[in-house]
């Protein structure tokens, strides 16, 4: 079964995309790692909207 997941949620001002995605693919152990100085290693998150469907 495959299904499709998709997340809002609310990050603080001046994060790059390019850090978010670094971190939410390290988070959800699409990759192996996020450099240290990525700004959101450090930050809590939470999560505003949840959506799921099966494919």
Known sequence: MKVKVELQIEVPDGISIE????????????????SSDNPMFCEDYEVEEFYIEEL
Do not use: P, T
């Not at 850090?19 to 996020?34: Q, T, V, W």
């Open 19 to 34: 850090n978010i995605e670094e971190f939410l693919r390290f988070e959800f152990h699409y990759s192996g790692g996020c």
